[in-house]
Nanobody
Framework: VQLVESGGNLVQPGGSLRLSCAASGFALNYYALGWFRQVPGKEREGVSCINSDGSEYYVDSVKGRFSISRDNAKNTVYLQMNNLTPEDTAVYYC?????WGEGTLVTVAP
């Protein structure tokens, strides 16, 4: 089982990024997948989750700005992030059950 995140980058406030989490070794559509983020010195925070039935969850701080989706054919989950702020700066990780990717860095700065 492997999860590989990509799409992190440096972006200006108000900008957008789309993160990807590509899974191998299992079919994503049977599981809930979550996006988490972590800033050095702080606890890892749950950002969004998409369940096997397609239902979605967002932490209050990203509601209306972030959108999670899943492409079962590509076995990939995406996190579309719009109207980014410096407070969104973090390493973003995807998670399924006990498995984690290595993360992708998002930096929001002028």
């Amino acid at each position: 089982v492997q999860l590989v995140e990509s799409g992190g980058n440096l972006v200006q406030p108000g900008g957008s990024l789309r993160l990807s989490c590509a899974a191998s070794g299992f079919a994503l559509n049977y599981y809930a997948l979550g996006w988490f983020r972590q800033v050095p010195g702080k606890e890892r925070e749950g950002v969004s989750c998409i369940n096997s039935d397609g239902s979605e969850y967002y932490v209050d701080s990203v509601k209306g700005r972030f959108s999670i989706s899943r492409d079962n054919a590509k076995n990939t989950v995406y996190l579309q992030m719009n109207n980014l702020t410096p407070e969104d700066t973090a390493v973003y990780y995807c998670n399924v059950k006990d498995f984690w990717g290595e993360g992708t860095l998002v930096t929001v700065a002028p």
